[in-house]
């Protein structure tokens, strides 16, 4: 009985058997393969100090196997009710702000901003009761246009996609994926708000390209006139617009029905001033959001990661309002999902296993990291709240419950919250909102949250919750690696470090699992070392391993392959290839001599006063996509096909997918790259 009264439910994940039987025998082989190096040391003169660096590179990665072991120990799944959260709260269901941020309309383009903003306004969810705020820290007009299209565009896009129950509710996914066959709608109304997308997208494609607004466009809306000649993306005004009031009885789509509030927000920026980049863009919004909306739920979107599952809120909102376990729980976090992965990705930019595995095991231990994109808070743990037993949320506060005050007004009390100096002398970046001095402010965040007392959990639907886009070139992957190593890095070698800040506050494996990616970057040491050293000690007739008919060989050859073999059935058990994750081994030791050596230069530097933090925005568009972004005019035909081609490649279809998989199986029987012998530990 008390089972049929619970929201979710926690699955315990089989396969623990073989699992453990891995581990107890690659723990055996590790343990013979260390008494061999440290009973079989040469004499001075005789390779001694290669010897020694060898033992060392061998107990760092004994260390480093024992704790990514901590997250796959106990897995859990969770699985929640939404028919039982239908069955006790029905329509009384908490409002949720939905933060979405953007930084630059080039690397990141408008008509892609607006496809997951619209997405996000077409939950399955009651639109009185959704916000959704863009945070556009290039304080571009040219988003602010494309926000402007999409607000007209909603009225006709949220309510067909709810009355033929569509999915995904992106509409750039949408078309690419569907011919409308298949839908309930008549071909007739498919192709009207088809026709209507595109010529919206085509629009927005052409102001970007021509880097201006027509003057006939700007007289439509009062928010044009905060733009002028002197404003840069660094040196700008606050702004905030509210393009829907969701309070607003006029504010209704083309069938009568209320619209979910819609905000344009570019904070203050100002070359004196430093920003802190996305943490400040968040927090500037956790402030704004709270005088026109004030949900006690908050949930934040990388601009790229639309929403492909409509009931992800009521999901979520099944663990928040759970009776027995709801009041520990201070965020749920939604794997990060690509839908512009090829089934062999030949970079391994697949995050397969890290979602099906290492956030599962996380989940048994306390609970996932913050990922920074597809999460919703409390609003009261951004707010530095602590976990108390006896703390009860309010669930009525936000947008319905609130005095319904003159538009104007609340915009110029926004913008006041999003000043440059708004921050000086307070705890904001700190015990207040999402933390500063880190690259990687999400995870910091997520860190403190937890030594807070709060838990977390991580929901894996069947149909996943978001899709974005991926790093599809070699420069890409490098570069997004670098990013998060150093960052994570970063975090383990200050005063956040996991083992540190969270000593007697989260369990050991809880601190065990955060270490496995703040120790991506010092990896890289130890594997240059290991592939490089032996081949250089072989030119000098220096053997560093046992001979092949020595006895102590086999503890090598085991670890070697009993590590190996469990690595490609944890890959093809998270539903990977055999060629996918080869290509993930391949790419395993290029990041590692690369990527993470970078990271762990770039952070010692930092740590020296010798650099300051950087943040590089990921482009979301190709190479051609980004020159054809240059061009001033073009014919109207061919700006046409290239914002065509631009959408194919945002949310590309399976006939695409299915050219680049033969692309890479292509470049596979060339064998173009050869990966180098592995380390056997």
Request: hydrophobic share 35%.
């Amino acid at each position: 009985m008390e089972a049929e009264r619970r929201l979710f439910a926690t699955e315990s994940i089989g396969g623990r058997a073989v699992y453990r039987l891995h581990a107890v025998t690659v723990a055996a082989g590790i343990l013979l393969v260390v008494y061999y190096r440290a009973t079989h040391v040469p004499a001075a003169g005789e390779g001694r100090a290669a010897w020694l660096g060898m033992l060392a590179a061998e107990l760092w990665y004994s260390a480093y196997w024992v704790i990514t072991q901590s997250v796959r120990w106990s897995p859990v799944r969770r699985r929640p009710f939404r028919d039982r959260l239908a069955a006790r709260y029905g329509e009384k269901l908490p409002c949720v702000d939905i933060f979405v941020c953007t930084a630059d309309p080039h690397s990141e383009p408008p008509s892609l901003v607006i496809s997951t903003t619209l997405s996000l306004m077409a939950y399955d969810y009651p639109t009185e009761k959704l916000s959704v705020y863009l945070s556009d820290d290039g304080g571009s007009v040219l988003t602010f246009y494309a926000m402007w299209e999409a607000s007209s565009f909603a009225k006709h896009w949220i309510p067909f996609c709810k009355r033929y129950n569509i999915e995904p509710r992106s509409p750039a996914a949408y078309f690419s994926e569907s011919d409308g066959l298949q839908d309930l709608c008549t071909p007739k109304e498919w192709s009207f708000i088809k026709d209507m997308y595109d010529e919206m997208t085509e629009r927005i494609d052409t102001a970007v390209m021509s880097g201006k607004i027509p003057e006939e466009i700007k007289a439509n809306h009062k928010g044009f006139d905060e733009w002028n000649l002197e404003i840069s993306s660094k040196d700008h005004q606050p702004i905030v617009q509210i393009l829907i009031d969701g309070k607003d009885q006029n504010a209704v789509d083309n069938e009568g029905n209320v619209l979910p509030t819609l905000v344009y927000m570019a904070r203050e920026k100002r070359p004196q001033h430093h920003h802190n980049f996305k943490a400040g863009a968040m927090n500037a919004l956790i402030r704004v959001s709270s005088v026109i909306s004030n949900s006690p739920i908050i949930m934040n979107v990388d601009c790229d990661m639309y929403s492909n599952n409509k009931d992800t809120i009521k999901d979520s909102l099944c663990f928040f309002l759970d009776e027995e376990m709801g009041q520990k729980i201070g965020f749920v976090q939604y794997p990060q999902n690509y839908n512009n992965m090829t089934k062999n990705n030949i970079y391994g930019n697949s995050l397969e296993v890290l979602n099906k595995v290492e956030l599962r095991g996380l989940d048994s231990v306390g609970g996932p990291l913050y990922i920074g994109t597809g999460c919703f808070h409390r609003r009261e743990i951004l707010c530095g709240r602590r976990f108390t037993v006896d703390y009860k949320e309010d669930w009525n506060g936000g947008t319905k419950d609130k005095i319904q005050e003159n538009k104007y007004e609340t915009e110029e009390k926004a913008k006041s919250l999003a000043t440059c100096t708004y921050e000086h002398n307070t705890q904001w970046g700190d015990d207040i909102g999402v933390k500063y001095g880190c690259p990687v402010e999400d995870v910091i965040t997520g860190l403190a949250i937890h030594c807070r007392g709060w838990e977390s959990v991580c929901n894996s639907p069947t149909r996943p919750a978001f899709l974005g886009v991926g790093p599809t070139t070699l420069a890409q992957t490098l570069l997004q690696h670098k990013r998060w190593s150093e960052g994570n890095f970063s975090i383990f070698v200050s005063k956040y470090c996991p083992f540190l800040f969270g000593h007697g506050k989260i369990k050991l494996r809880h601190q065990m699992g955060y270490c496995i990616y703040g120790l991506w970057a010092p990896n890289s040491l130890a594997t240059l070392y290991y592939v490089t050293i032996p081949s250089l000690a072989l030119l000098k007739g220096i053997p560093l391993f046992p001979e092949i008919t020595s006895p102590w060989i086999a503890p090598f050859i085991c670890v070697f392959l009993v590590k190996n073999m469990y690595s490609l059935y944890e890959a093809l058990s998270c539903g990977e290839t055999l060629k996918g994750w080869w290509n993930g081994q391949r790419m395993w030791l290029v990041k590692r001599i690369s990527s993470y050596l970078f990271g762990v230069i770039d952070t010692l530097r930092k740590l020296l006063g010798l650099s300051q933090m950087t943040f590089v925005i990921s482009s979301k568009v190709s190479d051609e996509d980004a020159s054809k972004s240059t061009l001033t005019a073009e014919p109207i035909r061919s700006r046409r096909t290239t914002r065509r081609k631009r959408g194919f490649r945002l949310h590309r279809s399976k006939e695409e997918l299915r050219r680049e998989e033969k692309e890479e199986e292509r470049i596979d029987a060339l064998d173009a790259v050869i990966a180098p012998p592995q380390p056997a530990l």
